[in-house]
């Protein structure tokens, strides 16, 4: 343990295993059946009452892993332990059971509520669905919803349209925390805000971890917010994992050279310390066909024969930080 | 200075300046064609509810002394080769090619509404409905409907059945279209990840979002559905006589445009009418509430 | 018809050909072989090209056309028709008493008209030109359906009937004036001038004597649109249009370039009963139908203008030897009380009544408006079904399905063809008297006139007791010409031998 | 010679006409651009710095309704008024712009190369082969691979980076003195975007012109700006070189706007400083100063009178009435100076 | 492209099907039979019993319906009972005016509907917009039929201009050709003009509102460029989903014009064999339209390809 603000917490509460997602594309009529690999062999653990951070750029699969591990999609391969149960193979009824304690806030709040429901309504739902309470219990639980997540109880007859990106993402909230849930995703819940919106939506979300207990699978591709957030971070490049490792750990000891030059390309909002950056050269390949070896050589400034052949396994270097790299 | 990050300062003024409703009220009533449109529309079914007392006379009843006179202060629109006067025709008329629109409507967007939103939900059905919808939209309107007609014999009711097969697949393929975007739309997916069940998302979610649509086309509809009927009943497949509609009062002074001009403008200016209301009014809520969907494909 | 058109200077209209006539029909044939179909418009095209032994001549009178004389044996047994020489079919063969006999016999096969009138006939020649019909009873109708001309007894070659098959004849070769050229469905039928035909030297009287050709070409176009008819006439598209809305005859009076004809006598409406189910199996209901009728007002319903129209009660038309006063008294009664009475005998409980009718004629479809309105005066429930033409002919097959159907009855040349009397026609309606069958039988081997007439009379009278149907008037047709055409003379239909123009 | 600016805005106000009524998107707006100077525009969504930009070159829509007043030169030929045919000269030519959006702001029935050398072939009056040489050249200036195979893509064909390379090889083909590039990276990742920018700055050196940045991160713009406006609800509130509004911003508003974002290397684990509120609409602009709402520091006088932009010294300009008493403070909270 | 032809062409067979199916239950539930059409009013019972049997309707339904089926699959679209010849023939002489009909509409509708709804999108809002758009309004709400009826009073009988009714094949001399048709192609195209200036319109206006136009415009290019080059490319898409709607609709429309023109077209045909009952024909023929109509879409779908090469890459 290096540093004490991030002693990691020890209980696993959800762990994921060598979770694989290929979507199937079709290409020509007889030609042959390609697939998205969206998502390679990832394997994470998520501790009770952590946020755990996943970053990377767009299209390299962190949403289809929050999705997968909530079963909004079936995963191609793999398994998903929720509080040691297997629920990879759970039927649609005992889904429903835990999905309770599940929940998921997308990074759009203006599609993320239907525009044709009352806000009140919208939140009380989760309690209709599992059969909570009765309809007066439902208002009242509604108008504690809506002060918890700092609005009003006049809001409660609104259309989502009445609301900006920040209320709505606060809505949104409040609709998920209806069912008390234990976990919740975070796709990119700030990412559509406004910088001055932002620190509001993320305070709450802090807020309310401590109020409730809360697990939260942060996805992000903002590395400040994922830093500020997230107790442990993991790092994903074309589908997979390529490291991850306590917050701080991970910002000032990056090791896989996809961490350090997107660590260096953030842009600082200070015009003194413009530092040295690695710029990476190409974009990101198609995920459609994935490089051979380690999915980064085409880019990496560093790579070796070996990593066009071989692909690297993600290994722990020290504790709770592991890494995807030949070079280390 | 901290401050709690939990509450919000000015939450009031998150309020937008004017309500939606209003806007959408605004924005209708911004719209002359729109307004002239539901005008027309509003008009031509007062006409229809009160039929009776526009007139003193009987639509069928026959008075062979009186045939084919000109428009006078008795007869408003002269009368019919029947000696019937035929403004009361024309306004019974309206009756006929409304209760036929009207219900045409109905039935489409009921039978429409379920199957665009069951194809648009479950892949496999898709397949199987829209094969069906392809194939009855292969038929051009017209025939289909005459050939239906044909088979169940000229009854109002059958030209409402026979009319409903034809436009309940351009209902169906709208809505589903429709439903299809709504269902790629998040909130369906964050109601299954509260563990909404299929009914609640078909039912709840996805058909209030279609509702907008099925109104705009459901309106087109209706402008078809008295095009249409007119054109059967002109083609004498339509309702049959002597019940009055604008498309066989037409199709009786065809045949003497020229000496008794009165029956075919009156029921002709009257038809054009009904459906440029209807056409009118169902631009106007497109541009309200549906501003995206691709034209081309009503 | 008008012929004062002079008055209009600038209307000097001038004929697109003068080799061609163009005719707007209402229907397209389905066949113009003419022994297999009894539809009007087939006769329209099919007299032109095809002619019978014996026709008629403006007193409805059996007249020669390929037969030179016909003899009736003593005892009316044996008819013997004497060829006329020299007469060429379109392709060319020679007229040959082996031709007759192969059509005769077809016709008696085919047609129901044949049938009836050669019923246990048989067919011979003698000499070179003589053909010979030996009847098994004498037949004084014979003559009168060889020359009726819908469904008639036209002589075909011998190998066109020979090659025909069940659908009809493959060729249309026949002995007329006109030859068969050209047939574009939906469109036209066009028939030519045939070079070699050999006419009779009399002056033309009816449907016979001297035919001749007048023009090269003539175009039947099938136009079954009233109104693009009269449109195409006005216009100068056609230049003779028959089946004319009567609603448009003061327009194309008016016009100059237009001589309308009224086309006399054609057919009469009748209201048909179904006597074997229902209601009017009883004739008192029957007869409380025909009281109740106000026949002049029905028929101004339908023409709208009394040009059109003629009350008449009689079963043959007037300008027929046949036209008998009988019955007279019981047409056009209307009288709403005696119906209501006479409904009440019948034991009529407010049971509906259906009619079953066609817009496909116009007439038919006005007459059974009209006969509704009359029926629901005298407190009947009608029950109003209308149908496509073909629709209405199969419910009108099925008892169970109507009550009162109405049709037009063509100029038929003696009573006996009238259709719906004779209960072994089994015709819709299904009347079955044998007393009409047995006077029917009667006049039909009775060979005087007279004699006849006599019959006739009593069946006209036992017809208006018993009415098996209700005669609802005569109704004339309406067609127009351009006035450029000269020499038309309504008689049975129309014919274009012997018509020019200039 | 007096020293005049490539571009200089003079209270530029542009105003719509909505159906809830007139909007001024962007109100009494003036700043200048020197020549191979990057001056950054940043605000938040909404705040009127795009539609700043598309006044420069009266990029709206016929019929549309728009208002535009104030004055703009442009190598002191006023733009506002010009004709239609010399702004259609001056487009493209002299002034390129580059949008935020690649995939849409490209046509997409069109190859790239096509629309590359439309443009060479419009304003050098050049062939349609030398243009499309011309188009290569471009193409491999900005770092697309293999431009001879690319000329004859689509756009959906190129990856998001290279579109906004093709956008950027457009905005350059003929060499413009300005370039306004309204967000240009801001759909891209971090990675492209690094890469982005390093390839506009390395042009703005070789071809010398003067750029306008658009951008709404404060990271952006700290590193490739020379000079920053920031932008509030269609006003300039703030306007510095870099250095002095990083180290010291004057306006609340920017304060707040830099004290509220996570940094990479700031400390962890606390709340972050927020600003109050949200940005009001343009129907309900707040009497005043615009900002007084969400202003921790707003008093009766800023609620009830507008401030003007203000000189502070060394060019930094500060629209606030307290500007004197506020700055940075330690810690993590917004101190006020003395009183 | 191969792949992709033959791909939509596979998937057009259920749609027949389904098409040849329901056509058949629907024409052999009408009741009624071409045996009394045949015969005429003054048939007996026994004729048209005669009649029946030897045109092979008293067959059970099935049997019939296989037979058909088999037919077709042999490339036999069956035989006219009435008009006493194949179908197929029956329908290629009734092509040709249809054929001409929808062309030509289609022509005048194409010709007038997309530059006006050009010059309407152009001058949104202008008082010949608006004009331009009253009129489509109108014109998508008169039925075809009366406009038909009122130009045959007006042009042939109150003028004599044109000729009331009736068709002359090509062979006749084009201007004659034309001097039959022009009036029921206007009358039939007016609705589908009106359909498509309405749709050039609006999908014109949605994409001058689009980026890249913002984009040209940016580059300095003429004004016209923009709009033909720019725009007209790209909002051709959904113009000629309509024009590809309309030729079917035509189709479909052309039966009440050929009636109202007595043109001896498809329509007319159809029309005339429902009335007959001429079983196979209808069947044949509308069995045909119904493959035109699935070939029309085929043909739009790979213009798609033409104009967008986001199609293109898509289904290659
Ligand atoms: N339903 C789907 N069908 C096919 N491909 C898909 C589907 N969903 C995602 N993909 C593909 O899978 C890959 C990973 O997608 P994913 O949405 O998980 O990325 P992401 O990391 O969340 O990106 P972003 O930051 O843009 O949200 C992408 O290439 C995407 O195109
Ligand atoms: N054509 C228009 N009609 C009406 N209002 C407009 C129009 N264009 C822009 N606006 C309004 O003007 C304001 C400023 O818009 P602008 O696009 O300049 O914002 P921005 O600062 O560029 O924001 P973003 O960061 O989201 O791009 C917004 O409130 C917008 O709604
Ligand atoms: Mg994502
Ligand atoms: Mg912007």
Redesign the interface.
Same mark, same amino acid.
């Given at each position: 343990m290096q540093l004490e603000t991030n002693e990691v917490k020890e209980t696993p509460l959800l762990q994921a295993s060598n979770l694989v997602k290929h979507f199937p594309m079709k290409r020509g009529y007889f030609g042959e059946k390609s697939y998205v690999k969206a998502v390679s062999d990832l394997s994470l653990t998520i501790y009770q009452g952590e946020t755990y951070g996943l970053v990377g750029e767009s299209g390299c699969g962190k949403s289809t892993t929050g999705r997968m591990i909530l079963r909004l999609l079936e995963p191609t391969s793999g398994s998903v332990r929720y509080r040691g149960k297997e629920v990879t193979h759970f039927s649609e009824e005992e889904l429903r059971s835990i999905r309770k304690e599940m929940q998921i806030i997308f990074q759009d709040p203006y599609s993320a509520l239907n525009p044709r429901k009352k806000i009140g309504k919208a939140i009380q739902e989760p309690m209709s669905i599992y059969n909570i309470g009765d309809a007066k219990q439902h208002k009242e639980a509604v108008l504690e919803l809506l002060r918890k997540v700092g609005l009003q109880p006049e809001h409660y007859d609104r259309y989502p349209h009445e609301f900006s990106g920040g209320q709505r993402q606060r809505i949104v909230l409040a609709r998920a925390l209806a069912v008390h849930p234990a976990f919740i995703v975070c796709d990119e819940p700030v990412s559509a805000l406004d910088v001055s919106i932002q620190s509001q939506i993320l305070n709450l979300l802090e807020q309310l971890q401590e109020d409730f207990e809360l697990t939260y699978l942060f996805i992000a591709h903002d590395l400040s917010v994922v830093r500020h957030i997230s107790d442990r971070v993991g790092v994903m490049y074309l589908g997979h994992l390529v490291e991850e490792a306590p917050t701080d750990v991970l910002f000032s000891e990056p090791l896989h050279p996809y961490t350090r030059a997107l660590l260096s390309a953030v842009p600082e909002p200070n015009p003194k310390k413009r530092r040295e950056r690695i710029v990476l050269s190409g974009d990101v390949p198609s995920p459609i066909n994935l490089p051979s070896g380690c999915v980064f050589h085409p880019r990496c400034p560093q790579a070796i024969e070996t990593c066009k052949k071989e692909v690297p396994i993600l290994r722990e270097l020290a504790k709770h930080h592991r890494v995807a790299c030949h070079l280390i | 200075m901290e401050t709690s990050s939990v509450t919000m300062v000015g939450t009031g003024s998150a309020t937008p300046p004017m309500h939606h409703a209003k806007i959408v009220v605004n924005r209708f009533f911004a719209n002359r064609l729109a307004v002239s449109g539901s005008i027309l529309v509003l008009l031509i079914t007062m006409i229809c509810i009160l039929a009776p007392l526009l007139t003193s006379y009987d639509p069928i009843e026959m008075n062979v002394q009186e045939r084919l006179k000109p428009p006078s202060t008795s007869h408003w629109f002269g009368t019919d080769e029947f000696g019937r006067d035929v403004f009361t025709r024309v306004v019974y008329g309206s009756r006929i090619s409304m209760g036929v629109g009207f219900s045409v409507v109905m039935i489409t967007s009921v039978v429409g509404l379920m199957f665009g939103l069951y194809s648009a939900y479950y892949r496999k059905l898709d397949n199987f409905l829209m094969r069906i919808n392809d194939g009855l939209m292969a038929f051009p309107a017209i025939l289909l409907a005459i050939a239906i007609l044909a088979a169940l014999g000229p009854k109002m009711s059958n030209v409402i059945i026979a009319l409903s097969v034809v436009y309940i697949p351009t209902v169906a393929r709208a809505i589903r279209s429709a439903a299809i975007t709504v269902r790629e739309q998040t909130y369906i997916e964050a109601i299954r990840a509260l563990g909404g069940k299929s009914w609640r998302i078909i039912w709840l979610h996805i058909a209030p979002n279609c509702l907008s649509p099925l109104i705009v086309q459901a309106t087109f509809i209706f402008a078809y559905a008295v095009i249409t009927e007119a054109s059967l009943s002109f083609l004498g497949a339509g309702t049959p006589p002597p019940e009055p509609s604008w498309g066989n009062i037409l199709n009786d002074g065809r045949t003497i445009m020229k000496q008794a001009w009165w029956m075919t403008v009156f029921p002709g200016v009257s038809i054009m009418m009904t459906v440029l209301g209807l056409n009118l009014l169902g631009d106007g809520l497109r541009d309200l509430l549906d501003p995206h969907t691709n034209k081309a494909k009503k | 018809a008008n012929h004062s058109s002079q008055t209009n200077e600038q209307a000097e209209v001038v004929p697109k050909d003068k080799n061609e006539l163009r005719v707007a029909l209402s229907v397209s044939p389905p066949s113009i072989d003419l022994v297999k179909t009894s539809t009007t418009v087939a006769l329209q095209v099919g007299w032109h090209i095809f002619e019978p032994l014996v026709t008629l001549d403006k007193d409805y009178k059996p007249t020669p056309m390929l037969a030179k004389s016909f003899e009736v044996s003593e005892d009316g047994k044996e008819v013997t028709f004497t060829l006329r020489e020299g007469i060429t079919f379109h392709n060319g063969k020679t007229l040959g008493v082996e031709d007759v006999i192969a059509s005769l016999n077809r016709w008696k096969e085919l047609s129901p008209n044949g049938k009836t009138a050669l019923v246990g006939a048989t067919i011979s020649s003698k000499e070179n030109d003589k053909v010979v019909i030996t009847l098994e009873k004498p037949s004084g109708t014979l003559l009168t359906s060889l020359a009726f001309p819908q469904q008639g007894a036209v002589i075909m070659p011998k190998e066109v009937i020979d090659a025909a098959t069940e659908e009809g004849v493959k060729e249309y070769i026949g002995t007329g004036p006109f030859k068969f050229v050209e047939w574009k469905q939906d469109q036209y039928i066009l028939l030519e001038k045939f070079a070699d035909y050999k006419a009779l030297s009399e002056p033309a009287n009816g449907l016979g004597g001297k035919k001749e050709a007048k023009v090269d070409r003539i175009y039947f176009h099938t136009v079954p649109d009233a109104a693009t008819r009269v449109a195409g006439l006005q216009s100068g598209e056609y230049d003779f249009a028959d089946e004319l809305p009567y609603d448009n005859y003061e327009q194309l009076k008016a016009d100059p370039n237009l001589v309308t004809v009224v086309a006399k006598p054609q057919k009469y409406v009748g209201l048909i009963f179904n006597k074997k189910q229902g209601l009017f199996s009883s004739a008192v209901a029957r007869q409380a139908v025909n009281a109740a009728l106000d026949q002049e007002v029905i028929m101004i319903g339908i023409t709208g203008n009394p040009d059109f129209f003629r009350l008449d009660h009689s079963l043959m038309f007037a300008e027929q030897p046949w036209h008998s006063d009988a019955g007279k008294e019981k047409y056009n009664q209307k009288n709403p009380e005696l119906a209501k009475k006479l409904l009440n005998e019948a034991g009529y409980k407010g049971e509906p009544v259906t009619i079953i009718t066609t817009k496909d004629y116009d007439y038919i479809y006005k007459s059974s408006l009209m006969v509704k309105d009359h029926l629901e005066k005298i407190g009947v429930k009608v029950n109003f079904e209308l149908y496509d033409w073909p629709t209405m002919v199969s419910k009108r097959s099925d008892e169970t399905k109507w009550n009162i159907f109405f049709t037009g009855f063509p100029t038929y040349t003696n009573p006996v063809q009238t259709l719906y009397l004779d209960s072994r026609n089994k015709w819709p309606g299904w009347y079955n008297n044998p007393e009409m069958d047995a006077l029917l039988d009667e006049l039909r081997h009775t060979i005087k006139f007279e004699d006849q007439k006599a019959i006739f009379d009593k069946i006209q009278t036992l017809y208006w007791e018993d009415l098996p149907s209700v005669k609802l008037g005569d109704l004339h047709g309406l067609a127009a010409h351009r006035n450029y055409v000269k020499g038309y003379q309504y008689f049975m239909d129309s014919p274009f031998w012997n018509v020019s123009v200039q | 010679m007096v020293y005049v600016p490539l571009l200089e805005v003079k209270s530029l106000r542009t105003s719509f006409s909505t159906?809830?009524g007139e909007v001024t998107a962007v109100d009494g707006v003036s700043f200048h651009v020197n020549a191979g100077e990057t001056v950054g525009l940043v605000g938040?969504?909404g705040c009127g710095k795009s539609v700043t930009s598309?006044s420069i070159?009266r990029?709206f829509?016929?019929?549309s309704g728009t208002k535009l007043g104030g004055e703009i030169f442009f190598e002191q030929k006023e733009l506002l008024t010009s004709s239609?045919n010399e702004?259609?000269?001056?487009?493209?030519?002299q002034i390129?712009?580059i949008?935020q959006?690649p995939m849409?702001?490209?046509? $997409?029935?069109?190859t790239v190369g096509n629309q590359i050398s439309?443009?060479i072939m419009?304003?050098q009056k050049l062939s349609k082969k030398e243009a499309f040489e011309k188009t290569i050249e471009m193409l491999s200036l900005v770092g697309i691979?293999s431009p001879e195979k690319r000329v004859n893509d689509?756009p959906?064909?190129l !990856?998001?980076?290279?579109r906004q390379r093709v956008?950027i090889a457009?905005g350059l083909c003929c060499h413009p003195k300005l370039l306004i590039a309204d967000e240009p990276t801001t759909a891209l990742?971090?990675?492209?975007?690094?890469?982005i920018?390093?390839l506009m700055k390395g042009l703005q050196e070789q071809l010398q012109m003067g750029i306008m940045l658009i951008t709404?991160?404060?990271?952006?713009?700290?590193?490739v700006c020379d000079r920053v406006l920031v932008m509030y609800l269609g006003q300039i509130v703030e306007e510095a070189t870099?250095?002095i509004l990083?180290e010291n911003p004057k306006h609340p508003y920017t304060i707040?706007?830099?004290k509220?974002? $996570?940094?990479?290397?700031g400390k962890?684990?606390e709340?972050?400083?927020?600003?109050?509120?949200?940005? $009001? !609409?343009l129907?309900?602009i707040p009497a005043g100063c615009r900002f007084a709402?969400?202003c $921790?520091f707003a008093d009766e006088k800023c609620r009830h009178h507008s401030p003007d932009l203000i000189g502070v010294g060394d060019g930094h300009k500060v629209r606030c009435w307290h500007h004197e008493r506020i700055g940075i403070g330690g810690g993590n909270?917004?101190a006020i100076g003395n009183q | 492209m191969g792949g992709y032809l033959l791909k939509r062409i596979v998937s057009l067979l259920p749609v027949l099907f389904v098409v040849a199916i329901v056509d058949f239950i629907i024409i052999h539930l009408t009741p009624g039979d071409p045996a009394s059409v045949m015969l005429g009013s003054q048939a007996t019972e026994e004729e048209l019993a005669n009649l029946r049997e030897q045109l092979g309707l008293t067959l059970p339904i099935y049997t019939r319906f296989f037979q058909w089926i088999i037919g077709i699959l042999q490339g036999d679209l069956g035989w006219s009972i009435f008009m006493d010849m194949p179908v197929t023939e029956a329908i290629s002489e009734h092509l040709g005016p249809t054929l001409s009909l929808t062309i030509l509409a289609e022509i005048i509708a194409i010709l007038f509907a997309i530059p006006l709804g050009i010059m309407a999108a152009n001058r949104r809002g202008s008082w010949m917009d608006q004009s331009f758009m009253t009129f489509a309004m109108l014109g998508i709400s008169l039925p075809s039929f009366w406009i038909g009826l009122n130009l045959i009073l007006l042009f042939a009988v109150q003028f004599n201009w044109l000729p009331a009714a009736g068709y002359q094949p090509l062979s006749s001399g084009i201007v004659n050709h034309l001097k039959y048709l022009i009036m029921p192609a206007v009358s039939l195209g007016i609705m589908q003009g009106a359909l498509i200036a309405r749709m050039t319109r609006s999908s014109m206006l949605e994409v001058l509102g689009e980026n890249y136009i913002r984009t040209a415009e940016a580059k300095g290019l003429k004004m016209w460029i923009v709009t033909y080059k720019h725009a007209l490319r790209n909002a051709f898409i959904p113009i000629l989903t309509v024009i590809g709607l309309s030729f079917a609709t035509l189709i479909g429309g052309a039966v009440v014009t050929e009636t109202v023109f007595n043109i001896p077209g498809i329509g007319k045909l159809i029309v005339n064999s429902v009335l007959r009952r001429d079983y196979e024909v209808i069947q044949g023929t509308v069995l045909m339209i119904a493959a035109a109509y699935v070939f029309i879409n085929l043909i739009v779908d790979i213009l798609y390809a033409y104009i967008d090469p986001r199609v293109r890459y898509d289904k290659s």
């Open positions: - | - | - | 159906e809830l938040e969504s598309l070159l990029l829509r016929k019929h239609m702004l259609q000269e001056i487009r493209g030519n390129s712009m949008f959006d849409s702001s490209l046509n $997409p029935v069109y439309e443009s419009l304003h691979p689509y959906h064909q !990856s998001g980076g290279m956008m457009m990742d971090v990675t492209i975007q690094a890469q920018l390093d709404h991160d404060l990271g952006v713009v700290a590193e870099v250095e990083f707040g706007l830099m509220s974002i $996570p940094t990479i290397d962890r684990g709340k972050l400083h927020v600003i109050e509120g949200m940005v $009001p !609409s129907h309900q709402p969400r $921790p909270g917004i | -």
